[in-house]
């Protein structure tokens, strides 16, 4: 997975047109990596078919 993450993380910055600092590839695999896992918890969470998103207040 860090040989996928590197070439990610390499891909986007050159989409991007950022120079990443190989100094700072570690930290933003670190931090993308704990995003990819907080977002499979999230996408693996069953909601039930009548959940309804919340109401917007405003004060």
Known sequence: ?????????????SALGLTIDPAWKPAVRANLDV??????????????????PASIFSA
């Open 1 to 13: 997975m860090t040989d996928t993450l590197d070439s990610y993380i390499d891909a986007v910055g």
């Open 35 to 52: 995003s990819l896992k907080l977002a499979r918890q999230v996408d693996e969470f069953a909601l039930p078919d009548e959940t309804e």
